[in-house]
């Protein structure tokens, strides 16, 4: 599955680079995750929003990835889903100028806004 951005923390990065050290040919810079990142970040494409709304989620809730976020540039949206269980449910969700203060980020505000270009 490829995704749009993913979020490691410091200790994701450290469980990236020891599973990487344990391949047959480890890679000296870059490999495929190998456990569920803090977060992935999907840009919604034109005509594939039942893939990244739908598919991409249920791979993502599969694979346990505990946060999901949905940028969607065209009606100007995020979704920020977390997993609860086997499913995501919405923590925050916001349009047009709304303001997010996403939990998993302290002190984050996200003015949608100013991500627009207008």
């Not at 490829?2 to 990487?20: I, M």
């Not at 039942?50 to 505990?66: N, S, V």
């Not at 997993?83 to 949608?112: C, H, M, N």
Request: glycine letters at 6%; proline letters at 6%.
């Amino acid at each position: 599955m490829k995704v749009d951005a993913v979020y490691l923390t410091r200790e994701d990065e450290l469980r990236q680079k020891k599973a990487n050290a344990q391949l047959p040919r480890p890679r000296l810079i870059y490999c495929r995750l190998m456990f569920p990142p803090t977060l992935v970040i999907e840009s919604v494409s034109i005509g594939h929003e039942a893939h990244d709304y739908e598919t991409k989620r249920a791979w993502y809730a599969e694979f346990g990835i505990p946060n999901y976020w949905l940028i969607n540039a065209h009606p100007r949206t995020l979704d920020w889903l977390v997993l609860d269980g086997q499913t995501y449910r919405v923590d925050q969700a916001g349009q047009q100028k709304d303001e997010l203060r996403p939990s998993l980020f302290s002190g984050l505000v996200i003015k949608l806004g100013e991500l627009w270009l207008d």
